[in-house]
C-alpha cells in the first residue's frame, strides 16, 4: 500500500505548540488572550489575519527545527515500511501560509525528518490540494488532521483521522479515527483487512 502522511498535526503535535507558544506570543501583544481550539492562530486566538502571519512568522522557525516528533511515530512508520507499504510524506509545507524569513522550509523539513528518524520514499512539499496529490500518487490510506483535507479525501480513499479538538466532526465513511501511532496502526490494520473482502 502507498501511505500518505501529514508532518503538522500527525507527526508533530502543533495544537500544542500553537497553544503553548501563540499564547505567550498574543499575550505579550496584547496582555489578555481569547483561546478557542481551532486549526489556524487566527481562529484560535480570534485575530486578524495579519496577527495570524506575524505570530506564525516568530513561531515557523523554532517549530520547524526544534519541535519533536509524537511518541513512536518512527516505530510505526518503521513498522509499516518494513511490511512492504511506501511512505509519501504529504505537507503544506514551503506553500505561501508556511514561508519563513529564510525561505529554507525545504532543507528544514528534510533536516527534521532525519534527525527525528522517519523514513519515507517520498516527500511531497506545498500540497495545498491532499486529495489531488493523493490521486496523482495512487496514496490507498492518507494519515492528516486537517478537517478540510480529511473530508474531501474521504470521498475517494481512506482516511486515518489523527485525533485533535478541530476535527472532531469528521465522521463518516471512510474516516478512521486514531488517537495516537499505536492506534494509527490498528486503524492501518483494519482498513487493511477490509480491503481484502
Same mark, same amino acid.
Request: hydrophobic share 35%.
Given at each position: 500500500?502507498?501511505?500518505?502522511?501529514? $508532518?503538522?498535526?500527525?507527526?508533530?503535535?502543533?495544537?500544542?505548540?500553537?497553544?503553548?507558544?501563540?499564547?505567550?506570543?498574543?499575550?505579550?501583544?496584547?496582555?489578555?488572550?481569547?483561546?478557542?481550539?481551532?486549526?489556524?492562530?487566527?481562529?484560535?486566538?480570534?485575530?486578524?489575519?495579519?496577527?495570524?502571519?506575524?505570530?506564525?512568522?516568530?513561531?515557523?522557525?523554532?517549530?520547524?527545527?526544534?519541535?519533536?516528533?509524537?511518541?513512536?511515530?518512527?516505530?510505526?512508520?518503521?513498522?509499516?515500511?518494513?511490511?512492504?507499504?511506501?511512505?509519501?510524506?504529504?505537507?503544506?509545507?514551503?506553500?505561501?501560509?508556511?514561508?519563513?524569513?529564510?525561505? &529554507?522550509?525545504?532543507?528544514?523539513?528534510?533536516?527534521?525528518?532525519?534527525?527525528? &528518524?522517519?523514513?519515507?520514499?517520498?516527500?511531497?512539499?506545498?500540497?495545498?490540494?491532499?486529495?489531488?496529490?493523493?490521486?496523482?500518487?495512487?496514496?490507498?490510506?492518507?494519515?492528516?488532521?486537517?478537517?478540510?483535507?480529511?473530508?474531501? $479525501?474521504?470521498?475517494?480513499?481512506?482516511?486515518?483521522?489523527?485525533?485533535?479538538?478541530?476535527? !472532531?466532526?469528521?465522521?463518516?465513511?471512510? !474516516?478512521?479515527?486514531?488517537?495516537?501511532?499505536?492506534?494509527?496502526?490498528?486503524?492501518?490494520?483494519? $482498513?487493511?483487512?477490509?480491503?481484502?473482502?
Amino acid at each position: 500500500m502507498n501511505i500518505g502522511i501529514d $508532518i503538522d498535526g500527525v507527526l508533530t503535535d502543533i495544537t500544542r505548540y500553537i497553544l503553548d507558544y501563540g499564547s505567550k506570543y498574543f499575550y505579550e501583544k496584547y496582555k489578555k488572550i481569547d483561546i478557542k481550539v481551532a486549526w489556524s492562530l487566527e481562529d484560535m486566538y480570534n485575530v486578524s489575519k495579519e496577527d495570524d502571519k506575524e505570530c506564525w512568522l516568530a513561531l515557523v522557525h523554532d517549530y520547524a527545527t526544534k519541535e519533536k516528533a509524537r511518541p513512536f511515530a518512527k516505530e510505526i512508520i518503521k513498522k509499516l515500511k518494513s511490511e512492504g507499504n511506501k511512505i509519501y510524506i504529504i505537507t503544506a509545507r514551503c506553500s505561501e501560509s508556511y514561508a519563513n524569513p529564510n525561505n &529554507d522550509m525545504e532543507d528544514i523539513v528534510k533536516l527534521w525528518l532525519k534527525k527525528n &528518524d522517519i523514513v519515507y520514499d517520498k516527500l511531497i512539499l506545498k500540497s495545498a490540494d491532499k486529495l489531488k496529490t493523493c490521486l496523482e500518487n495512487n496514496i490507498d490510506i492518507m494519515i492528516d488532521d486537517k478537517k478540510e483535507n480529511i473530508n474531501a $479525501i474521504a470521498k475517494s480513499l481512506p482516511v486515518i483521522c489523527f485525533h485533535a479538538e478541530h476535527n !472532531i466532526s469528521c465522521k463518516g465513511r471512510n !474516516i478512521y479515527r486514531a488517537y495516537s501511532w499505536y492506534d494509527v496502526y490498528d486503524k492501518y490494520l483494519l $482498513i487493511k483487512k477490509s480491503n481484502k473482502h
